[in-house]
């Protein structure tokens, strides 16, 4: 079982910018396809960004689109959401979440939620206006 911790949320006014990472324990994350996804308080939970197992593909849903960044650094363990240019809107409960690869032939990434095994805690992102 892989267990997922976030961090590096916090409080960034406007215009700012905030790198989240989410390091895993138990298990490498490079047998594991990784998403981000944020859920915003009254609201249901959406996709932000999903990466391949390998880093090589990766794909950001529209509303952040040029302005957040996935990557992943394998032999550190670890995926980052690097986010620039926050808007309020963007505040939200953070998580990270792990999907099994079974077929590393295929460099695929997921963005629905139900298609991932492991999640993490969640961070707690604040934008100000």
């Known amino acids: 079982q892989v267990q997922l911790a976030e961090s590096g949320g916090g409080l960034v006014q406007a215009g700012g910018s905030l790198r989240l990472s989410c390091a895993a324990s138990r298990r490498t994350l490079s047998n594991y396809a990784m998403g981000w996804f944020r859920q915003a308080p009254g609201k249901e939970r959406e996709f932000v960004a999903a990466?391949?197992?390998?880093?090589?593909?990766?794909y950001h849903a529209d509303s952040v689109k040029g302005r957040f960044t996935i990557s992943r650094d394998n032999p550190k363990n670890t995926v980052y959401l690097q986010m620039n240019s926050l808007k309020p809107e963007d505040t939200a409960v953070y998580y990270c979440?792990?999907?099994?690869?079974?077929?590393?032939?295929?460099?695929?990434?997921?963005?629905?939620?139900?298609?991932?095994?492991?999640w993490g805690q969640g961070t707690q992102v604040t934008v100000s206006s």
């Open positions: 990466i391949s197992w390998s880093g090589g593909r990766t």
């Open positions: 979440a792990a999907k099994r690869v079974t077929d590393f032939g295929a460099y695929v990434y997921y963005t629905a939620g139900y298609e991932y095994d492991y």
